[in-house]
């Protein structure tokens, strides 16, 4: 029931519509949904490469420095490794401290990044150290030594503690902060007889960041170190937690990838990379991230989204233009056939359709509704040529035209009048009622699914229902009303002296009456239906014609309403009239 109440709403909408409206509506809705759809798409497929291919740079640039991090301290962790090997140093551990000494200084000269190299003895007294820094203090507590003692062990990122207050205070205030790299010492026969433990100092690790930063182009690229914990060990604030909980874990469970976080009020593109050591350096699960600014990352492919929407927009725009021309352009000759089927029966004499193209509807259409004046201007002659006939014998054969004129006026199954008749009488009568400020009313009857009757029950059952209905309708209005068969399953009725609501009450009893009985005898009985459309008489009415295709839109709204319904259609004040 609600599909066909929006159906009805939707066809009484549409015909509210010009053609012209409807095509150019249409055309334009289509340019402006596929437009819209490519040049969303465009956008969005060139904003979706921008931030993948900006992901991807970010993840070399991160995966490249932590590389590079790993591969300084496996160099530096085997130098260590190679210096405590020394044959010729073998002698020094624990016999010539001076010596031990000065060997420990050159070392330190020739890689400058080590802030502090000691030999401490297997009970942890500092033997020898470069600058003399710890020697006779016991570093047997400190985590480097305890794990020197039985491998070689780099430890994670800390703060100087020992060295704090022997070492000159940094020009930034910042405290040391070191790695430590700690390898056993093992004399001829193999056993461990000390520690030998160097300091790097981690401001290497800063220039390496600085120098990947200034060479990664003017891309505002940032580069920090974070130990396996979270803590910033490079960047901006160090010694702050970055990673924490779920997201720390995912980050060492991944060990690369992207994502994107909020640093204040800036939204940011980040890559991280887990270092994964270098040959004998096992790695300290350095997390190390790149970071773009997603304003500057995006900043082209923003532009680019902006350009394409534009452009789809203006194409959009002159795509509706194009369809109001268009549709234009194809309603023009339907509409020019309009304006010259109204004027036929307006005026005076003969009328013929000018011919029309644009298209093969359109010409074919043409083409039947010439034909068709050509028939009605045939049959109207020949009325003409019966009539004066008739005329000139009237005396002599009275009696003929009599019959002849019944003949012209009814209709040969239902005794009805015909549309001739018909229009004729209802043009008397509407000259009448304007005359003499009566009332007037048509109704417009059309039998329901005639087709159907005639299909499943045969032409001659639908001739009996046709004559049954006729009945029912003559029985239901007054000797002054008329009454016609239009043709086909139509009927015309008219009826003098009634308002709306009695022309309402005289067409539901004739619909109620029809749809109450059945047609035929016997096992064959037809229910049959009726949709009715009423128009009463206006005082802008041109002639008899503008009542009777009021009552026809009310009969086709009954129709898509759902049938079996009479439709009341009022009266729809000119331009002309609503400033009388």
């Known amino acids: 029931m609600l599909l066909k109440e929006l159906t009805g709403l939707l066809h009484a909408f549409e015909d509210r519509l010009t053609v012209r409206t409807q095509i150019a509506a249409a055309v334009a809705a289509l340019s402006v949904i596929l437009v819209g759809l490519l040049a969303i798409g465009a956008a969005f497929v060139s904003y979706s490469n921008t931030a993948s291919q900006v992901n991807i740079r970010l993840a070399s640039v991160a995966s490249t420095t932590a590389e590079r991090l790993d591969r300084y301290m496996a160099v530096r962790q085997q130098e260590v490794r190679l210096f405590s090997e020394l044959e010729t140093l073998r002698t020094l551990w624990q016999n010539d401290p001076a010596t031990l000494r000065k060997a420990l200084n050159q070392l330190q000269h020739s890689f400058s990044d080590f802030a502090w190299i000691g030999f401490a003895r297997s009970d942890g007294m500092v033997a020898a150290a470069t600058g003399g820094l710890l020697e006779g203090v016991s570093v047997a507590a400190r985590p480097w030594f305890k794990a020197g003692l039985s491998e070689s062990t780099i430890g994670d990122v800390h703060e100087a503690q020992l060295l704090s207050s022997l070492l000159a205070q940094r020009a930034d205030g910042d405290p040391y902060r070191f790695v430590d790299i700690a390898v056993p010492v093992r004399d001829s026969?193999?056993?461990?007889?000390?520690?030998?433990?160097?300091?790097?100092?981690?401001?290497?690790?800063?220039?390496?960041?600085?120098?990947?930063?200034?060479?990664?182009?003017?891309?505002?690229?940032?580069?920090?170190?974070?130990?396996?914990?979270?803590?910033?060990?490079?960047?901006?604030?160090?010694?702050?937690?970055?990673?924490?909980?779920?997201?720390?874990?995912?980050?060492?469970?991944?060990?690369?990838?992207?994502?994107?976080?909020?640093?204040?009020?800036?939204?940011?593109?980040?890559?991280?990379?887990?270092?994964?050591?270098?040959?004998?350096?096992?790695?300290?699960?350095?997390?190390?991230?790149?970071?773009?600014?997603?304003?500057?990352?995006?900043?082209?492919?923003?532009?680019?989204?902006?350009?394409?929407?534009?452009?789809?927009?203006?194409?959009?725009?002159?795509?509706?233009?194009?369809?109001?021309?268009?549709?234009?352009?194809?309603?023009?000759?339907?509409?020019?056939?309009?304006?010259?089927?109204?004027?036929?029966?307006?005026?005076?004499?003969?009328?013929?359709?000018?011919?029309?193209?644009?298209?093969?509807?359109?010409?074919?259409?043409?083409?039947?509704?010439?034909?068709?004046?050509?028939?009605?201007?045939?049959?109207?002659?020949?009325?003409?040529?019966?009539?004066?006939?008739?005329?000139?014998?009237?005396?002599?054969?009275?009696?003929?035209i009599s019959k002849l004129r019944r003949l012209a006026d009814t209709d040969f199954l239902t005794d009805l009048m015909n549309r001739r008749a018909f229009l004729a009488a209802a043009d008397d009568a509407m000259a009448f009622s304007l005359r003499y400020r009566r009332s007037m009313a048509v109704l417009m009857i059309d039998i329901d699914h005639f087709k159907q009757i005639n299909d499943r029950h045969g032409h001659a059952a639908g001739d009996g229902a046709i004559k049954h209905i006729a009945s029912i309708i003559v029985g239901n209005i007054k000797a002054t009303d008329r009454a016609a068969r239009f043709g086909g399953e139509e009927f015309m009725v008219l009826l003098r002296e009634v308002d709306e609501g009695d022309a309402r009450i005289v067409a539901d009893r004739i619909r109620c009456m029809i749809e109450q009985t059945a047609v035929g005898e016997g096992a064959t009985r037809i229910s049959a239906t009726v949709s009715i459309g009423i128009a009463l008489l206006a005082d802008n009415d041109r002639d008899v014609q503008d009542i009777i295709e009021r009552a026809d839109q009310g009969l086709y709204q009954a129709k898509n309403d759902g049938r079996n319904r009479t439709v009341f259609e009022p009266a729809r004040l000119t331009p002309g009239s609503q400033v009388a």
């Open 189 to 400: 026969p193999g056993d461990v007889i000390g520690v030998l433990g160097g300091h790097l100092n981690w401001d290497w690790a800063r220039s390496l960041i600085a120098n990947a930063e200034d060479n990664d182009g003017n891309t505002d690229t940032r580069i920090a170190v974070t130990s396996r914990s979270g803590t910033v060990l490079v960047g901006q604030s160090p010694g702050t937690v970055k990673f924490s909980g779920s997201r720390l874990s995912d980050i060492l469970a991944s060990r690369s990838g992207a994502f994107v976080e909020t640093a204040g009020a800036t939204s940011m593109l980040t890559a991280f990379y887990v270092g994964k050591g270098h040959r004998d350096y096992q790695g300290l699960d350095w997390i190390v991230t790149a970071s773009q600014p997603a304003s500057v990352a995006l900043a082209a492919a923003v532009r680019s989204a902006k350009t394409i929407l534009i452009t789809g927009a203006i194409t959009g725009l002159a795509g509706v233009a194009f369809a109001f021309f268009i549709a234009l352009r194809i309603s023009r000759p339907i509409r020019a056939i309009t304006i010259e089927a109204d004027r036929i029966g307006r005026t005076s004499g003969p009328t013929m359709l000018p011919r029309h193209n644009g298209s093969v509807e359109v010409v074919q259409l043409t083409r039947a509704l010439r034909s068709l004046l050509r028939r009605i201007g045939f049959a109207e002659e020949q009325t003409r040529v019966a009539e004066a006939r008739a005329t000139e014998n009237a005396m002599q054969f009275k009696d003929d």
